[in-house]
């Protein structure tokens, strides 16, 4: 499916969509949505009809729009390879009737529904400005002179789409996106434009900063093709290069302003209700994605991602998952002096999991999907070293209907060597649960091992003289129910640690993944310090992500808008965290080490807020 557009009508949304099937007839579908999520089709057979001479080639054709006035319907869409956009009625959302064009029209174009401003009805258009038209009989239609938003002229590549107009309490509000391209990448900034009720040409609000951007979206891999604007939240609608669609749900509201003369000083200790603005972050190196699925080695075709790290006499060794063309998760091992340049990349798979028949006569699948293991496997190793060993957890999954934690270890000497000697294997997590994310703190903790299994509602940790203890008969008991904390924002929905935690002067460093429990399909990362003698009391949490899914490398591989580290070290006074990008590519991001634990102390005096 090759999508259309997207509009909201009489509190519905559409999507419009043409298939190979459609390009035959000269015919388009249209889906029908009460939350812009879920939708059903209502006709697979809309067409539009051209009295005098031939009806468009809807392959070539983008950015569908349907307005409303009364009981008629009215449809613009731009024809990419003529530079026009075209005006069309209905009566039903199917039969169209093509009634006007506008030539030498370069961008996007939306009427505002059941609105008149003079008499005359409006509609924006985009292209290389902001523009407006009016006309009174909604088919010829004359432009206003006044250019409402402008970009660069000397940047002939990029543009401005109308994504969505509707009229809200305070006036009406456009969202548009400015498009920019760069040889082979594009990115995509979303902006709102509130514009007087009484004269839609005067600008009340305009956003200073984008309300959601991509970066270094390569052409033609993911592209924007409609957005919804609903009361609580909008909707944008995407297409990829394989023609799949995906959408993502924007928690918005246009009152909300962010610009900087709206920024407000809370005094400190006054609730802040809003995101923080970032104190500590990471940064991406350049050369990201450091690594990538190679597809002449079957263990590693799929993918490769969410690595682990220990650092030892100068030298980064990473063990890596890996998913291969069996649909098994196995791991790879690499080694780097400087912390990207990888060296040392294995051949052949390190480990791999043998998986046992269910010793159950008929086991009860469960829900999970991760990555492209659909076989099972061993998932997103979390290495640490203690006494000459390396110790990894990781996740065990079987395939079926089991997913818990497991333990395994190998001598350091032979690690090193990359002579791959593992010890046996023991699953360290209740049968009958899922657990994931369980980490092992890098030294004893009151001369014992120390196993970080749950974060919230509560931080437990279980205390060990030996890890032989845990043989498989003896299990730790955690809490994996991860309720959503409302009194958060950006970290509501805790989904679990990442790396083993990093030990320095200020407390244990812990990196841990989360969500906005309102915007779900986002892995974000934060950060907090615990106590050094009892690490299960916190001492500073960020109030802001230190990374969020931005770079097309972790949005346009296996599951988007996916950061998932399982490995961080610190080498040369500077922080590496190891990540998982979109569950396909091994990503890296760096911050000096005591700027970052000085910002991450200090977040809680921030105070200033967006408002």
Not at 242 to 263: A, S, V, Y
Not at 273 to 283: C, F, G, M, Q, T
């Amino acid at each position: 499916m090759y999508g259309l557009g997207a509009s909201l009508i009489d509190e519905k949304s559409y999507i419009f969509m043409c298939s190979e099937r459609d390009m035959a007839h000269g015919t388009f579908t249209v889906r029908e949505s009460e939350d812009g999520m879920t939708f059903k089709t209502l006709t697979s057979n809309a067409k539009v009809v051209n009295i005098n001479g031939p009806t468009d080639d809807f392959r070539k054709c983008s950015f569908f729009h349907i307005s409303k006035d009364g009981k008629k319907y009215y449809l613009t869409y731009k024809v990419c390879d003529k530079k026009q956009l075209c005006v069309a009625r209905s009566t039903n959302l199917i039969d169209w009737e093509r009634l006007y064009i506008l030539d030498q029209c370069e961008g996007s174009g939306k009427i505002v529904s059941e609105y008149l401003y003079a008499g005359r009805n409006v509609m924006y258009t985009g292209g290389d400005s902001l523009r407006a038209y009016v006309s009174s009989d909604l088919v010829k239609w004359s432009r206003v002179k006044k250019d409402l938003v402008t970009i660069d002229k000397s940047r002939k590549n990029d543009e401005i789409v109308v994504l969505d107009v509707q009229v809200v309490d305070d006036g009406v509000f456009v969202i548009y996106a400015v498009v920019e391209t760069d040889n082979e990448i594009s990115q995509y900034k979303l902006y709102g434009l509130l514009f007087d009720y009484g004269d839609p040409t005067k600008v009340l609000w305009k956003s200073e900063y984008p309300i959601y951007e991509t970066k270094n979206t390569k052409i033609n891999y993911s592209a924007i093709f409609g957005t919804v604007l609903f009361d609580e939240y909008f909707v944008s609608y995407w297409m990829n290069e394989k023609d799949e669609i995906f959408l993502i749900r924007h928690f918005f509201e246009h009152e909300k302003k962010t610009d900087k003369k709206n920024l407000k000083e809370v005094e400190k200790g006054e609730k802040i209700n809003d995101e923080e603005i970032i104190e500590s972050i990471l940064e991406r190196v350049p050369e990201n994605p450091i690594m990538s699925p190679q597809n002449h080695l079957p263990w590693e075709a799929k993918a490769t991602y969410n690595p682990t790290a220990i650092e030892y006499d100068g030298t980064i060794h990473i063990i890596y998952r890996a998913d291969g063309d069996d649909l098994m998760s196995v791991w790879g091992y690499a080694s780097t002096i400087d912390g990207v340049s990888l060296e040392n990349r294995s051949v052949n798979c390190i480990y791999q999991r043998k998986i046992e028949p269910a010793k159950i006569q008929f086991p009860s699948p469960v829900s999970y999907t991760s990555g492209n293991n659909g076989n099972g496997g061993c998932e997103d190793p979390r290495a640490v070293l203690i006494d000459g060993m390396v110790y990894v957890t990781f996740t065990a999954f079987d395939g079926w209907g089991s997913v818990r934690v497991a333990l395994t270890s190998i001598n350091f000497e032979d690690f090193k060597n990359r002579r791959w000697h593992w010890n046996k294997t023991t699953l360290i997590s209740p049968p009958g649960e899922m657990n994931k994310n369980w980490v092992i703190f890098p030294e004893k903790i009151n001369g014992k091992f120390a196993i970080f299994h749950s974060f919230y509602p509560e931080i437990l940790i279980d205390y060990f003289d030996s890890l032989d203890e845990l043989d498989g008969t003896t299990f730790i008991n955690s809490n994996n129910t991860r309720p959503i904390d409302h009194s958060r924002g950006w970290d509501s929905w805790f989904r679990g640690v990442g790396p083993a935690p990093l030990k320095t002067d200020d407390g244990w460093l812990v990196f841990y993944h989360a969500m906005d429990h309102k915007d779900p399909d986002r892995y974000l990362l934060g950060a907090l310090l615990l106590d050094l003698e009892d690490p299960t009391k916190v001492l500073y949490r960020s109030r802001s992500p230190i990374l969020k899914p931005e770079e097309y490398y972790e949005n346009e591989g296996h599951k988007w808008g996916v950061i998932y580290s399982c490995g961080a070290v610190i080498k040369d006074e500077q922080i590496f965290v190891y990540y998982g990008g979109a569950d396909k590519f091994v990503c890296v991001a760096t911050a000096p080490l005591q700027q970052f634990l000085d910002d991450l102390k200090n977040t809680e005096e921030v105070k200033m807020m967006i408002n």
